[in-house]
């Protein structure tokens, strides 16, 4: 018996990922610096405010920066090309890399509003005051926004 080779359609092609200012232009590697922006914000936010729950806003700081020098890092990555010789291999690492860092800014997102709901629920208290509370309102709202970016890119590189 001879055996026939098996022909993969031309159009069946993974296509290239992006490198240099191409990075910035396609979709879904364009979402990494609003990633970056809105990640660094709820860095900053949370780090302006008195932490009142050191254990829960402790987590949302190890999300906030662990996510930034990961998508920094990726950043420079793709900017450089160094995914260029394996570009199958760097595909999955998107997916998982943006999937994992959604499910774990949910996770900081959902602490971050459960401890500005205590906030407000203090500044009777006067152990919060109003600033305090408005900022982490804000860090609630970048937290959940980064959170659908990384969602959007995940799944964009995923259907990709």
């Known amino acids: ?36 922006v809105l990640g660094a914000w709820v860095w900053i936010l949370v780090a302006a405010t008195r932490v009142l729950f050191p ?8 999300v906030s920066v662990s ?8 950043l420079m990555v793709y900017l450089f090309g160094f995914h260029r010789n394996n570009c199958g291999t760097w595909r999955l690492v998107d997916v998982i890399y943006h ?42 709202i970048f937290a959940f926004l980064t959170t659908l970016l990384y969602v959007l890119h995940s799944f964009q590189s995923y259907v990709h």
């Open 67 to 74: 996510c930034f020098l990961f998508s920094l890092l990726l």
């Open 99 to 140: 999937g994992i860092a959604a499910i774990f800014y949910l996770s900081a997102a959902v602490l971050q509003a459960n401890a500005t709901i205590m906030c407000d629920s203090l500044i009777s208290v006067r152990s919060c005051t109003v600033v305090y509370y408005h900022l982490d309102a804000a860090a609630t």
């Open 1 to 36: 018996m001879a055996s026939q080779g098996i022909q993969i359609p031309a159009n069946s092609e993974v296509p290239d990922i992006p490198y240099g200012l191409g990075v910035f232009r396609t979709l879904p590697y364009a979402f990494i610096v609003p990633e970056l």
């Open 55 to 62: 254990l829960t806003q402790g987590w949302v700081m190890y």
